[in-house]
């Protein structure tokens, strides 16, 4: 069974630094990743979706890299704002055919102004 | 892009009573969607696969009798909280299938329902 985890659970930066979030998984034999945000009480937002034969997508001021073969994904975020501030997750789609998709815990992100 | 609307957005009820949460992709059609549950604090644990004109597929440990599911079009599925226990309150969150070009397999969120049995 594919085990996704998320590091660091909790992060709290000052505004303006660029950081980063870390994402694992077990089993490399993934179709997509998808990053999400989640606003306390709300839906998820989805952020980013890589394919597995991709290595990386940007959307303005994030940046998601996938490396496969060593099981991670990192969401870069540049030039942090108090709005980033969020639960960050993600999600590790299994083969095409499997349907299911795998959820980290997520990293809890708050950036003070 | 992709929409999913969630109904309702919050419920109260009392105990005993069946409460139902609908999920509707508004502008692709789906055939496939999932339900998610989310304690506090905690990522989203899926409970149940729903298949179009077929049984839904529930995960080890997720009662059927106690969570009905029902997926009667390409754009509606329905999540029903049968005899809700205090136990059952939670968030519920939905999600579809959507299939786009090339065959990427992309999940679209509801926005949760919030569920608070008395």
């Known amino acids: 069974k594919q085990e996704v985890t998320q590091i660091p659970a909790a992060l709290s930066v000052p505004e303006g630094e660029n950081l980063v979030l870390n994402c694992s998984f077990t089993?490399?034999?993934?179709?997509?990743l998808q990053w999400f945000r989640q606003d306390p009480g709300k839906g998820l937002t989805s952020l980013l979706l890589?394919?597995?034969?991709?290595r990386e997508q940007t959307s303005g001021r994030l940046n998601a890299s996938l490396d496969k073969s060593s099981g991670r994904s990192t969401l870069y975020i540049a030039a942090s704002q108090p709005g980033d501030s969020a639960t960050y997750l993600c999600?590790?789609?299994?083969?095409?055919?499997?349907?299911?998709?795998?959820f980290g815990s997520g990293t809890k992100l708050n950036v003070k102004p | 892009g992709a929409v999913v609307s969630q109904h309702p957005s919050r419920v109260i009820c009392k105990s005993g009573t069946s409460v139902k949460i609908e999920c509707r992709s508004l502008?692709?059609?789906?055939?496939?969607m999932f339900w998610y549950r989310q304690f506090p604090k905690q990522s989203l644990m899926l409970m149940a696969t729903?298949?179009?004109?077929?049984?839904?597929?529930?995960e080890q440990g997720v009662e059927k009798d106690k969570f009905l599911i029902n997926h009667a079009s390409l754009t509606l599925s329905t999540l029903t909280v049968t005899s809700a226990h205090p136990e059952d309150s939670s968030f519920y969150i939905c999600?579809?299938?959507?299939?786009?070009?090339?065959?990427?397999?992309?999940?679209?969120f509801g926005a949760g329902s919030r569920l608070t049995v008395l």
């Open positions: 999600s579809a299938r959507e299939l786009r070009e090339a065959g990427a397999n992309v999940l679209t």
């Open positions: 089993d490399s034999a993934i179709y997509n």
């Open positions: 890589i394919q597995s034969s991709q």
């Open positions: 999600a590790v789609g299994g083969t095409y055919n499997f349907n299911k998709f795998y």
């Open positions: 502008d692709f059609q789906a055939t496939t």
């Open positions: 729903s298949n179009e004109g077929s049984k839904a597929t529930y």
